[in-house]
Each structure stands twice: as C-alpha cells, then as structure tokens.
C-alpha cells in the first residue's frame, strides 16, 4: 500500500511540474509581449493611431492575464478544499484511533484477569472435580463451566486480535492521509506563488493600459465599447434562453433575496458613470476572494472574460430573468451548468481592469437592467 501510494505520488509530482512548466512558459511569453507594446508606446505615444492599436494590444494582453489569474485562483481554491477535506479525514482517523486504543486496552484487561482467575482457582478446582468420582452430576456440571469459561477466554482472544489489526490499518491509513496533506500543502504554496506573479503581470499590463486612456474623451470610448459588448452578450444570453426549460423566474422573490456577497454598496444602479452612461447594476466593494452566491436558483448561460467587466456570469432564472455578476477573480461554473440558491459560483476579484476588488452586479428583466435594490433584501 505504502509503495503504491508512493508510485502515485510521484505521477501526480509530474503533472504539477509539467503544468507549472506550462504556465511558466505562457508568463514568458506574455511578459516578452507586454515589453515590445511597451517600446512601441514611448517610440509612438503622440500618435493617435498608434496609441488605439496598442491599446487594443494591450487589452487583449488583460483578458490573457486575467484569465491566467483566474485558472491559478480556481486551482488555489481546489487545494484549500483538498487540504480541509485530508484534515477533517485525518482528525477522523485520529478518534479512531483513540477509540481503538481505549478498546484494546480494555480488552487486555479482561482477558489478564480471566487467564489469572482459571490460573489461580481453575487448578485446584478441576484436580479436585477429577479426584471426585463419586459425583458424575458434579463432574458434568464442573466440565460444562470450564468449557464456558475457555470459549470466553478465546472469544476475548480473537476480539483482542481484530482490534489490534483495526488499529494498524488506522495508523497506516493516517501515514498515508499525511503524506498525501504534505503534498498538497506543496502544492498549495506553488499555486500561490504562481497566482502572485501573474497578479503582479497583469498590474504591469494595467499600468500600460490606464496610459493610453490618459485622456477623458478616451475613457468615454472606452465605456461605449464595454457597454456595446455588454449590450451584444445581453441579446445573446436572451436567445439562449428561449430554448432553455421554463424556470420560475425572480417576481414572487422580488425584496426577498440575498445580495451575492457581503459589500458596501460603491456605484448604485441609475447613477452616472460617464457623460450619458449610467451604471446598469451595483459595484459592491468587498475583499478579494470572498465567496460570490448565485442569488437563486438558475442555468448558466455564459461564464467567460468580457471586456470591461473581466470574469463574469450570467444566469438565467426563467421568465425572462437573469443575473450577472462580473469583476471575478474566478469562475466556478460553465455555460450550461445549474446552480442552486445561495451556491458558491465565483470568487471576488478585480477583473476588468479594475484597481480596487468588488463585484459588479446586475439583474435583467427581458434584456432590460432593473435596480438589484429592489429584489435583494
């Protein structure tokens, strides 16, 4: 057993490596690219052309670091729950082992003070029943006791035994469950320390991005075209759900919901966000990597990165209902997965561009944006 765990051990080592090697080499790569948009904006910045085609170089340089963050956040996350699971699993075999202890040693008492009682009292008492021929009553009688009392001594024998390999199969068991913990808090910190340089990437390719939307006219054209692609997913997501199976919908919940994660409410529903934009949903300020819920239950209908908004899903609850929940650092469902009320489906992020962790929450009702304040409590 010892040796097989070993074996996998070792093949699971070689897929971390490998992976790693892979994720290494695709930071290389989006490092190498960032530097050459980097030259071309100091050679080029006066050039408005230039300055368009390197900005949009450089968001498609974002969507890649983005979604590279959230495959390592996705993996940490596994982790953790492997880590908590071999824990719970190694405090279980550690009170069995302890209630096995406790079993054997009681069974070795009473097996000590049987052997000693038919050693003291059971010589005498069978020389004496032999010596007394003249009582077969008794003599039958005596035999009968003494048979009971060695089938007691054996039935304590062989309970001794099985507890005694229960208990060694526990111990083994908890060297392995260990073995296995230790690798995975390897693993853990590996994962961790790929997730801090691809945030720290990403904040590089920010940095380059935020110059060349120095000016106001260009941040507005910026939010029509995130605002375009968000308007072009919505009528995407609305074709999807027409053959999708009929869901309740959110009106008979409608103030009776529970917001998608713990925040304070930064950016509210209606209020301007640039000239004419207004905001289509609520930015709720909140920690990275605090669980995002989906507020009922639902299909998703897309889970992907989407420009301005980074990491989002959206969920179609039926009756023309949907929810969207963007800015994630990761995402745990897929297109076409369902999800229950209060389901953990992401983690908050600052995807998107953002500089400051929260999440961007929106509900829709046939296509068109409704204030979240009204259906959540």
């Not at 908590?84 to 699993?89: I, M, P, R, S, V």
């Not at 380059?208 to 308007?231: F, H, M, N, V, Y």
């Not at 207004?278 to 300020?285: A, F, M, R, V």
């Amino acid at each position: 057993m010892i040796v097989n765990s070993f074996v996998k051990a070792s093949i699971v080592a070689g897929f971390i490596i490998l992976a790693q090697s892979v994720q290494a080499a695709d930071l290389d790569k989006r490092q190498s690219e960032l530097k050459a948009i980097q030259s071309q904006i100091n050679q080029q910045q006066n050039s408005l052309k230039s300055t368009t085609k390197q900005r949009e170089q450089l968001m498609s340089l974002l969507k890649k670091d983005e979604q590279a963050i959230a495959k390592s956040a996705q993996l940490v996350n596994q982790t953790q729950d492997k880590l908590a699971k071999l824990n719970k699993a190694l405090q279980a075999l550690g009170q069995q082992q302890a209630e096995l202890d406790t079993l054997k040693r009681t069974q070795q008492k009473t097996l000590s003070k049987q052997l000693s009682s038919a050693y003291l009292a059971g010589n005498h008492d069978y020389s004496k029943m032999m010596l007394n021929q003249q009582n077969p009553a008794t003599v039958e009688r005596m035999l009968t006791y003494y048979q009971y009392l060695n089938n007691a001594r054996m039935k304590a024998i062989s309970q001794l035994k099985e507890t005694s390999e229960q208990l060694a199969q526990v111990e083994q068991q908890q060297v392995q469950q260990q073995q296995q913990l230790n690798a995975t808090i390897i693993d853990q910190q590996q994962q961790a320390d790929n997730l801090s340089k691809e945030q720290a990437q990403r904040q590089l390719t920010l940095t380059q991005l935020q110059r060349t939307l120095s000016t106001k006219g260009a941040e507005l054209e910026q939010l029509q075209i995130e605002e375009a692609s968000l308007k072009h997913l919505v009528e995407q997501a609305l074709q999807a759900v027409k053959n999708s199976p009929s869901m309740n919908g959110l009106a008979k919940q409608k103030g009776k919901l529970r917001w998608p994660t713990d925040g304070r409410t930064t950016k509210r529903f209606g209020s301007q966000r640039s000239g004419q934009i207004k905001w289509k949903g609520t930015i709720l300020s909140a920690p990275e990597g605090k669980d995002i819920n989906a507020i009922a239950a639902g299909k998703v209908i897309y889970s992907d990165w989407l420009r301005g908004f980074g990491m989002v899903m959206v969920v179609d609850h039926g009756e023309g209902y949907m929810s969207l929940y963007g800015h994630a650092q990761t995402l745990f469902k897929n297109a076409g997965d369902t999800v229950s009320t209060g389901e953990t489906i992401g983690l908050v992020g600052r995807s998107g561009g953002q500089t400051e962790p929260g999440l961007y929450f929106e509900i829709r009702h046939k296509g068109q944006a409704v204030n979240p304040a009204r259906y959540c409590r």
